[in-house]
């Protein structure tokens, strides 16, 4: 069975300074990984994704992150902190090549971002 | 070219009534998932189709709860009767497969509210 843990619930950052939101997953299958950001009262828009090939993806927005098998971790880290930012984030696991459907998503981390 | 579209996006009803939420998946998509989110639970997946057909329904909480997919670009999930625990948002998303499901684009979300 795969999970997802993002460790924190809540994040505080300051204007510019770099942001990291952690995630650590669980898969017996190469994973197909994804951040997700909701904007308050909004839906999920895709922010980036690691399928296979390089380790290290870029997103929109600034965002990045990079596939650690070693670590089973697929962290979120952006360099400078806008306020336009503040959202939700969610981190989301599916197995790699598998036809599930299935999209197993953290419980998300808040970004705060203040000036 | 519009994303997912869902309506309403906001409907308060009273205990014991039906309820129906509606989704518009985008044009060519062949996955259509149903997904809800509390505050308890985070995001869950209810339901999803592929090619109108549904896949897997595991994630339905009850007999109460059903979903359709009459065509290729029209869904409903319905509640009947509703309880004040099914508050709570509503998402629809869909993917194009073609063998391998991606990534999901998610509509902005029903969020429905029972007293």
């Known amino acids: 069975a795969q999970s997802v843990t993002q460790l924190g619930s809540h994040v505080s950052v300051s204007e510019g300074a770099l942001v990291l939101l952690r995630c650590n997953y669980s898969?017996?299958?190469?994973?197909?990984l994804f951040w997700y950001v909701q904007y308050p009262n909004q839906g999920l828009q895709l922010l980036l994704k690691?399928?296979?090939?390089?380790?290290l993806v870029k997103g929109i927005n600034g965002f990045e992150a990079e596939f650690k098998k070693s670590e089973t971790s697929f962290h979120l880290t952006k360099p400078s902190a806008h306020m336009s930012d503040a959202a939700e984030y969610f981190c989301?696991?599916?197995?790699?090549?598998?036809?599930?459907?299935?999209?197993?998503f953290g419980q998300g981390t808040t970004l705060q971002v203040k000036p | 070219d519009a994303g997912v579209i869902q309506s309403p996006r906001h409907e308060v009803t009273e205990m014991g009534q039906e309820v129906t939420l509606r989704c518009k998946p985008i044009?060519?998509?062949?996955?259509l998932f149903w997904y809800r989110q509390t505050m308890m639970r985070g995001l869950e997946l209810l339901i999803y189709?592929?090619?109108?057909?549904?896949?897997?329904d595991s994630g339905m909480p009850e007999d109460r709860f059903s979903a359709k997919m009459p065509n290729a670009s029209f869904s409903t999930l319905k509640i009947q009767p509703s309880e004040p625990r099914d508050s709570a948002v509503y998402f629809c998303?869909?993917?194009?497969?073609?063998?391998?499901?991606?990534?999901?684009?998610f509509g902005p979300g029903t969020r429905l509210t029972v007293l």
């Open positions: 989301a696991v599916s197995e790699g090549s598998s036809n599930t459907g299935k999209l197993i």
């Open positions: 898969s017996s299958v190469p994973p197909y």
């Open positions: 690691y399928t296979t090939g390089a380790t």
């Open positions: 044009s060519g998509h062949d996955y």
């Open positions: 189709f592929n090619n109108n057909v549904p896949i897997d």
């Open positions: 998303a869909s993917a194009l497969g073609r063998g391998k499901i991606i990534y999901r684009f």
